[in-house]
């Protein structure tokens, strides 16, 4: 029987290789419903391909122009624009498996949906659980939700770890995630204040979008990714590691109480994480290219102060820093980092003021216990508030 498929945020990078690996696979799957935010001519393109049962876009005038030419195209697709219409598709009583792959904190309510209804969540938003923390695990536990990670590191974490999550805690020595370092590994410090979005966009090994593409460079994605790792993994913060890794080769690695590590490699492309999080715990063909050890360069390792320059990404150790606060503190850095990088690829601040803002944000906001949905999104709110506020007094 084929597994009916849920994307939210079918036309990102994620989402469209999400259908690639879907279309390799029709024996198995069947797309049931898709999201997009505006991109209305290619979610036309994957109605066309895909007739899913459901289409839901950001805004009702969006949504409108895309049904009607859904209608001009003969198609049967239903469109939806309605506020939880998200949530409405993520938990739907006919779908089998949803990919969450809608970039920062407005995935977490529909993933909180698909959670509570028992599905198989395919977490490509970190943010999911850098925001929900405790809240969206207690959710994934009480509707019997399957939760396996898509982010290339973590599920590289995952496929090295043993199948039974009990023994986890008793086997892990450390966790060791690998960092690109992306385009400004090597840059000149001196010269980061004069970054442009196009450059910090630029990254060497991934295609992504432009919010976690500026993310690699600041290494804030790499401190989100540190976060998601503990409430994934059910480690403490000092198990949590980070190296750089400029090849992308090997994904991320697990050591274990008698010093011998397990790592995963591959080509760097999301297709591998997809299919293995479709398919668990079976393996299917993804469409990414097999690893030749006899062309793959030197795999090197860097420490994080690059040339000895620790201030290359001061954001990294706002990671370990959040993890130790009051509840809550993770989901008033990634609203603060969110509201800076937005800022930053609007050209109203600098790169190098994205981690001003961060930290700023941090001291004014006071955490309270976020306990469920509405604590967490009015936490949010404040914290975008504030972020606002900062960058309004350093706008350039």
């Known amino acids: 029987m084929k597994q009916r498929v849920t994307v939210l945020g079918s036309t990102g990078s994620i989402g469209t290789s999400t259908l690639d690996v879907v279309a390799r696979h029709p024996d198995r799957y069947e797309v049931f419903a898709l999201s997009a935010s505006t991109q209305v001519e290619l979610m036309l393109a994957q109605v066309v391909q895909f007739?899913?049962?459901?289409?839901?876009m950001a805004s009702e005038p969006h949504g409108r122009i895309l049904a009607e030419k859904i209608g001009i195209n003969g198609l049967e697709s239903s469109v939806l624009w309605s506020k939880d219409a998200l949530e409405?598709?993520?938990?739907?009583?006919?779908?089998?498996?949803?990919?969450?792959?809608?970039?920062?904190?407005?995935?977490?309510?529909?993933?909180?949906?698909?959670?509570?209804?028992g599905k198989r969540l395919l977490l490509?938003?970190?943010?999911?659980?850098?925001?929900?923390?405790?809240?969206?695990l207690r959710a994934v536990k009480k509707g019997g939700a399957?939760?396996?990670?898509?982010d290339s590191e973590h599920s590289a974490v995952f496929q090295s770890l043993p199948s039974d999550p009990a023994s986890w805690a008793h086997c892990i020595e450390k966790i060791i995630l690998t960092a690109s370092g992306g385009p400004f590994r090597t840059r000149d410090v001196g010269t980061l204040r004069d970054v442009t979005p196009e450059e910090a966009c630029a990254h060497p090994n991934?295609?992504?979008?432009?919010?976690?593409?500026?993310?690699?460079?600041?290494?804030?994605?790499?401190?989100l990714e540190v976060i998601e790792a503990r409430y994934l993994f059910g480690v403490s913060p000092e198990q949590l590691e980070v190296?750089?890794?400029?090849?992308?080769?090997?994904?991320?690695?697990?050591?274990?109480?008698?010093?011998?590590?397990?790592?995963?490699?591959?080509?760097?492309?999301?297709?591998g994480p997809i299919a293995y999080g479709l398919s668990w715990p079976e393996?299917?063909?993804?469409?990414?290219?097999?690893?030749?050890?006899?062309?793959?360069?030197?795999?090197?390792?860097?420490?994080?102060?690059?040339?000895?320059?620790?201030?290359?990404?001061?954001?990294?150790q706002l990671a370990w820093a959040a993890l130790r606060g009051p509840s809550g503190t993770c989901a008033v850095l990634n609203a603060a980092n969110e509201v800076?990088?937005?800022?930053?690829?609007?050209?109203?601040?600098?790169?190098?003021?994205?981690?001003?803002?961060?930290?700023?944000?941090?001291?004014?906001?006071?955490?309270?216990?976020?306990?469920?949905?509405?604590?967490?999104?009015?936490?949010?709110?404040?914290?975008?508030?504030?972020?606002?506020?900062?960058?309004?007094r350093i706008a350039r």
């Open 51 to 56: 007739k899913p049962r459901y289409v839901v």
């Open 88 to 117: 409405i598709i993520a938990s739907h009583e006919s779908v089998d498996v949803v990919m969450a792959a809608i970039v920062g904190a407005a995935g977490l309510a529909p993933c909180l949906a698909a959670a509570r209804a």
């Open 124 to 136: 490509a938003n970190k943010e999911a659980l850098v925001v929900g923390g405790d809240v969206f």
């Open 146 to 150: 399957t939760l396996l990670p898509i």
């Open 206 to 223: 991934w295609v992504m979008g432009q919010k976690i593409s500026v993310d690699s460079a600041t290494m804030m994605n790499k401190a």
């Open 243 to 271: 190296v750089i890794h400029p090849q992308s080769i090997i994904h991320s690695m697990v050591q274990f109480h008698d010093n011998s590590v397990v790592a995963q490699l591959g080509t760097p492309d999301m297709r």
């Open 283 to 316: 393996r299917i063909a993804s469409g990414a290219a097999a690893l030749d050890f006899s062309a793959i360069p030197a795999m090197t390792f860097e420490a994080l102060d690059v040339n000895g320059h620790p201030e290359r990404f001061p954001g990294l």
């Open 340 to 392: 800076a990088v937005a800022a930053f690829l609007g050209r109203r601040i600098r790169f190098d003021q994205i981690h001003r803002v961060n930290l700023e944000t941090l001291a004014t906001v006071t955490c309270s216990q976020p306990d469920c949905l509405e604590d967490l999104i009015a936490l949010d709110d404040v914290a975008r508030m504030a972020a606002n506020a900062v960058v309004g």
